[in-house]
């Protein structure tokens, strides 16, 4: 009991002294600064965790205010589309956040994760779009190289800072389009590698996705050889890199619609405007809201969901439609054009045979075994003829996904 007192008493000593006016104005201010700052960071990093929405126009480019005239300009709505992907990154709430070293950005996880999903997309782009520009494009490799370089930098030159160079090349492109100065003159070639390099872009993140599923049957439709999936991803890993999946596909659908508004016309040559707008759906489906608060990794039919596993099949559904793209432009690239000399043989033909005399066509029928030999010949015409498509088809068989480049 003795003991008991005493413990009692020190504990009401210790209080007491901390109540004392030397001691209060210290800790009691203290506590409710700590407690602020908590709830400020806490709901700042909601707010910073939020996904920019994918129905933005992609008229937030740079130079939108440019004025009308410049939209009909090949170019503009590729670059605009790029530089938007690259003000995204800058200017979201919270700014560009993978970098950070202090609360909360240090704290987050999955926003910096989608951010490298979108930087990823814009390296891609801004490494194909010399070829999608088909002309002098030299301009453009200040923005390839400001892309370039390590997500993670925080010291100078930061991160954020090679994106402002980006944004500012881009901007200065964008303005001699517009302008005249340069053309935006690509071929169907430069969009099929583009296309092809974002297929295997897909591919690859379609298997880090999948070496998050830990049942190797529920990988069964995603055309995987589930022998050759990278090891599998922690527990801990999930949530990252399902949400670099969110930014690439995101971004992806961005671009596409900035692309698909230059290159109409071929897309349409091609008859790939259904291919395109599936490809374009596919990617909006893997935006949909996530309801969970946490990415689950559940199986089968079970109690929880797996979120990697849904996100997987809108990833190589989206790999296979931009395959399939890719081996169509680049089959239009490839394409031989007619001969222009069988038109006019055949007009020449006919002009001789309606040239020919009467005598000539009476003595040609009535000569005895001439309707034999008009047979046989026929059937030789038609022998050949029956071969020149297998010619043309093998002429026009579409190259694989590697030749696109």
């Not at 210790?14 to 004392?20: F, T």
């Not at 506590?31 to 602020?36: D, F, G, N, T, V």
């Not at 079970?302 to 990833?315: C, P």
């Not at 169509?328 to 031989?336: F, I, S, T, W, Y």
Request: charged share 25%; hydrophobic share 45%; net charge negative.
């Amino acid at each position: 009991m003795a003991s008991k007192r005493q413990a009692g008493e020190r504990r009401r000593r210790r209080k007491e002294a901390l109540e004392r006016p030397q001691y209060g104005w210290i800790w009691k201010p203290l506590l409710a600064a700590l407690i602020l700052y908590l709830l400020v960071v806490l709901g700042l990093g909601f707010w910073w965790s939020r996904t920019p929405a994918l129905d933005v126009t992609q008229a937030d480019g740079p130079a939108a205010d440019a004025g009308t005239s410049a939209d009909v300009v090949t170019g503009v709505a590729t670059v605009d589309g790029l530089s938007g992907l690259v003000g995204t990154l800058l200017d979201k709430p919270g700014g560009y956040l993978r970098n950070d070293l202090a609360p909360p950005g240090l704290w987050l996880d999955n926003m910096p994760a989608w951010e490298l999903g979108v930087l990823d997309q814009a390296r891609w782009l801004s490494q194909a779009l010399p070829a999608l520009a088909g002309s002098d494009a030299s301009a453009l490799d200040a923005t390839r190289k400001a892309l370039e370089g390590d997500a993670d930098d925080w010291f100078y030159p930061s991160t954020e800072h090679r994106l402002e160079q980006a944004r500012v090349s881009l901007d200065g492109y964008r303005q001699a389009l517009a302008g005249g100065q340069v053309a935006f003159a690509g071929d169907a070639q430069g969009l099929a590698a583009w296309l092809n390099g974002v297929a295997r872009g897909l591919d690859d993140m379609g298997r880090r996705l999948s070496a998050s599923v830990g049942s190797p049957e529920a990988l069964v439709g995603l055309d995987l050889d589930t022998a050759g999936l990278p090891q599998e991803t922690p527990w801990y890993r999930v949530d990252d890199v399902f949400f670099e999946a969110r930014g690439e596909t995101w971004a992806l659908h961005r671009l596409l619609e900035a692309v698909g508004r230059d290159e109409a016309a071929r897309i349409e040559a091609a008859g790939l405007e259904t291919s395109w707008a599936a490809l374009t759906a596919e990617l909006e489906l893997s935006q949909r809201r996530l309801w969970s608060p946490v990415v689950l990794n559940g199986s089968g039919f079970g109690l929880f969901a797996n979120h990697s596993l849904v996100m997987a099949h809108h990833v190589m559904r989206a790999r296979d439609l931009g395959r399939e793209l890719s081996e169509g432009l680049a089959a239009q690239v490839g394409a031989p054009e007619a001969p222009a000399a069988e038109p006019d043989a055949s007009a020449s033909s006919g002009e001789d045979e309606a040239s020919a005399s009467p005598e000539e066509a009476a003595e040609a029928l009535g000569a005895e075994g001439a309707g034999e030999s008009a047979e046989e010949s026929d059937g030789e015409n038609g022998g050949e003829a029956s071969e020149a498509p297998g010619d043309d088809a093998e002429a026009l068989a579409v190259p694989e996904a590697g030749d696109a480049h």
